[in-house]
Every structure is written in C-alpha cells, then in structure tokens.
C-alpha cells in the first residue's frame, strides 16, 4: 500500500502538517468570489461567460479580474451556454 505522502514525494511530517493548516486567506476570498460569481451566472439563465460575469461583478462594487473571474470558473467547469444557430424547419412543398 502506497502512502499519500510517498505518491507526493514529500515527508509525512510535511504532509500532515499541510493537511492540518487552515485554508489561506486566499483561498477563502476565492470560496466567496466564486459564490458570488455563481449567483450571477445562474441569474442569468448559465448564458453569461467570463466577460459578462467581470462586469456584473463590477457593477456591484466587487472588485476582482476578468482574468480571475475566468480561472475560478474554469476550474469549476462554469461555462456559458452557446446559442443554437438558426435552423430552417420547413420544406418546400412539392409541385403536382
């Protein structure tokens, strides 16, 4: 049985020790950008992407990147749904 800290290649000390340490400051600002971010996503129907969301966002006074915006939703597989292109549904009918 292989041991976590062997498939990492790094002391089990260290990986406990990384294992008990609380989420950085970093890491919870991003928790709360993203909650943020899904509101707003799922407010408008999963439509927007990245660029739409950023100036949302920024309308509410959050400040953040387009950049980021874009990595937290990448990482959590957010994406915008694609609009269907125009499909013709009737046919001609035939001449007798």
């Known amino acids: ?27 919870m600002a991003n928790r709360e950008l993203y ?4 509101a707003v996503y799922d407010e408008n129907r999963r439509v ?3 660029p739409r969301i950023y100036q949302a966002l920024k309308a509410r006074g ?22 269907k292109t125009f499909k013709v549904t009737t046919r001609r009918s035939r001449a007798h």
Do not use: F, H
């Not at 049985?1 to 890491?27: C, F, I, N």
């Not at 909650?35 to 899904?38: D, L, P, S």
């Not at 959050?62 to 609009?83: D, F, H, P, Y």
């Open 62 to 83: 959050v400040t953040c990147s387009e950049n980021r915006v874009a990595r937290l939703m990448r990482l959590r597989g957010l994406k915008a749904k694609q609009a």
């Open 35 to 38: 909650r943020r971010i899904k």
């Open 1 to 27: 049985m292989t041991r976590m800290w062997d498939r990492l290649d790094v002391s089990p000390s260290g990986y406990y020790a990384w294992r008990g340490r609380p989420p950085s400051e970093r890491e």
């Open 48 to 50: 927007y992407g990245s």
